[in-house]
């Protein structure tokens, strides 16, 4: 009568067993030790006035959270800490301001951007949560876009969030008492150093424009205005919200002057010529339209 083998326990296969049971409990206790990651989190200041400082950036700010802040260069001051400071806030004593130079130059943009996302993940990376703070809205030609997509690029498990805030469109508007649109109004937003041409352009197809950064190209900027009879449609509006706000009804007068890099226009064409897009419910009724 054939008897079915048993298979024989060695002292190697114990020994391998047990390694392999120490193995897994030490992963184990690496996966329980693992820090997790901090949040990168954009917080936006508004243009200006601290008043203007949402709830959520406030609760955000009073947080365990690293700040840090955008400067031009070391030892500058920062534009969106002063807002912080006339709010009442005093950056913490490890607060640190990330370098991002004024320049076109790819390569010197490059390595600042570098630097500035190591740096921030070496916080993340111990599991604190970094805040970025931004004058205006993080979401509006922000510099918060360009950190986070460096950030990100280095570790992709990063958690991003975004406090939104008031634009200095929209401050602008609120402090002239006009509306920055209405109705069907189309509205475009442009830097203006893209030029008079691009400005010529919108202005044939958009109610309402706002040129942002006017200070390169205002007395070409006022003439095409002028010619187009729009300068009684036009409102300059400098540093909003700050003790050095400037409001500017007489467009023309500041020909010739020197303004604020923080500066913007606001244009209102009456004029425009174009067509209407209107939906007709009944051939909605009717089923003409999807």
């Avoid at 030609?141 to 634009?167: D, W």
């Avoid at 174009?274 to 051939?283: H, L, M, T």
Wanted: hydrophobic share 40%; aromatic share 6%.
């Amino acid at each position: 009568m054939n008897q079915q083998s048993v298979p024989r326990v060695t002292h190697t296969s114990i020994n391998d067993r047990q390694q392999l049971v120490r193995s897994h409990e030490e992963n184990n206790q690496r996966e329980l030790a693992r820090v997790p990651l901090g949040r990168l989190i954009g917080i936006s200041l508004g243009p200006g006035d601290p008043d203007l400082i949402t709830r959520a950036a406030e609760k955000t700010m009073n947080s365990n959270a690293r700040w840090t802040w955008p400067v031009k260069k070391t030892g500058d001051a920062s534009f969106a800490l002063e807002i912080a400071r006339r709010a009442g806030f005093s950056p913490p004593q490890d607060g640190i301001p990330l370098i991002f130079p004024m320049t076109r130059d790819a390569a010197v943009l490059a390595a600042a951007w570098s630097v500035a996302a190591e740096t921030v993940l070496q916080s993340l990376q111990a599991g604190r949560d970094v805040l970025f703070l931004c004058e205006g809205d993080v979401s509006t030609y922000s510099t918060f876009g360009c950190l986070s997509r460096n950030v990100t690029k280095r570790n992709a498990e990063v958690q991003v969030a975004v406090i939104p805030g008031v634009s200095s469109p929209q401050a602008c508007a609120a402090r002239l008492g006009i509306p920055l649109a209405e109705q069907d109004d189309t509205l475009a937003f442009l830097p203006a150093g893209y030029g008079v041409e691009m400005v010529t352009q919108l202005l044939d197809v958009f109610d309402r424009l706002v040129l942002m950064k006017v200070n390169p190209v205002l007395d070409q900027v006022i003439d095409l205005l002028d010619l187009r009879g729009l300068l009684a449609h036009a409102r300059f509006v400098e540093r909003v919200g700050t003790p050095e706000e400037r409001v500017v009804t007489d467009v023309a007068s500041l020909k010739g002057q020197r303004v604020n890099y923080l500066s913007l226009l606001l244009v209102h064409n009456p004029y425009i010529q174009k067509e209407r897009v209107r939906i007709n419910e009944q051939q909605h009724r009717q089923g003409n339209l999807p």
